[in-house]
């Protein structure tokens, strides 16, 4: 797939810190599907982000330059790690793409269409067959900014209190991209669909 030459200003946040509780509390990112890592496939959707910060643990191996960081204190939450991953940002972003390092069927063609949905808005988020809202989304940089939380605030707020105040577009998926692994059972059902 080609770069998106109209995607000046995008960075990417791939949030891999999470406690995996329901998977024996193992790190995500280096879980294998197809023979590649979910922090690989993560990364992969931010083919058209000027720059992709992870954040987790370190030590993770990817294929594309990125910065590794870690909200303080560690395992946050998506709140803490996402605006820890914004300030890590070498660029001041236009556009910020957040993505759970759990969801391998996003694409940058996803990442496309959540861009091309949050013109004119705040921004726009997956959502699933169910209408729940998935962490995969864009964020005006600037919008985001002005409903950020202090550093004490930001540590175990929930998601939907901090977007509770922006206009989102909401995108339906297509084929799997909604998909999350929660469970080694989401891992086994999703490697045994046909593709990746």
Known sequence: MDLDPGAGGFCGVVLAG????????????GIELAGRTLLSYAVDAFLDAE???VVGPPGARTERPVTTVWEDPPRGGPVAGLLTGVDALLRRPRLVGVLAVDMPRVTPA?????????AGRDGAFLV???GRRQLAGVLDA???DAVRPDLEGQHGMALHRLLAPL??????????????IDSWADLR????????
Request: glycine share 10%; net charge negative.
């Open 110 to 118: 996803t990442m496309r269409r959540l861009r091309d949905a949050a």
């Open 51 to 53: 720059e992709v910060v």
């Open 167 to 180: 206009d989102l577009a909401r995108v339906a998926p297509v084929g799997d991209e909604a998909a999350d």
């Open 142 to 144: 600037a919008r985001l």
């Open 128 to 130: 699933d067959d169910t």
């Open 18 to 29: 999470g406690t995996a509780a329901r998977m024996d509390g193992i790190d995500k990112a």
């Open 189 to 196: 059902d999703l490697g045994s669909r046909t593709g990746r």
